[in-house]
């Protein structure tokens, strides 16, 4: 069975950082597009970033560019979200997912997508609370 469990959530100070883990079980990472989530009270989930399978292509929003960065370590197949310079607004639960890489690949390569739509397999979410 496809696991995906995250952790690393918790209470933050603006400005602070946090790393957020994702654990996956029940297949290799190294074969799948990695994507990261967020869903704040009363608001719509967004992609907050991801990483194609070949780790070339990584896509991440204007709201959090040059703070967040993804990272994979497919020998522990676990994948990392960064988060640093935190502001409140990054208040949020936290979700990793994944799909198959053969679902991400066009005529120009493998790509990853923000949309929660693209993906199969999610976790189930950590709390990130940004506040003094």
């Known amino acids: 069975q496809l696991t995906l469990v995250e952790s690393g959530g918790g209470l933050v100070q603006p400005g602070g950082s946090l790393r957020l883990s994702c654990a996956a079980s029940?297949?290799?990472?190294?074969?799948?597009?990695i994507g990261w989530f967020r869903q704040a009270l009363g608001k719509e989930r967004e992609g907050v970033g991801c990483?194609?399978?070949?780790?070339?292509?990584?896509n991440y929003p204007d709201s959090v560019k040059g703070r967040f960065a993804i990272s994979r370590d497919n020998a522990k197949n676990m994948i990392y979200l960064q988060m640093n310079s935190l502001k409140p607004e990054d208040t949020a639960v936290y979700y990793c997912a994944s799909v198959r890489a053969s679902k991400m690949i066009s005529r120009d390569g493998y790509y990853c997508s923000s949309r929660p739509g693209d993906y199969a397999s999610w976790g189930q979410g950590t709390q990130v609370t940004v506040s003094s």
């Open positions: 990483v194609s399978y070949t780790n070339s292509i990584t």
């Open positions: 029940g297949f290799t990472i190294d074969t799948y597009a």
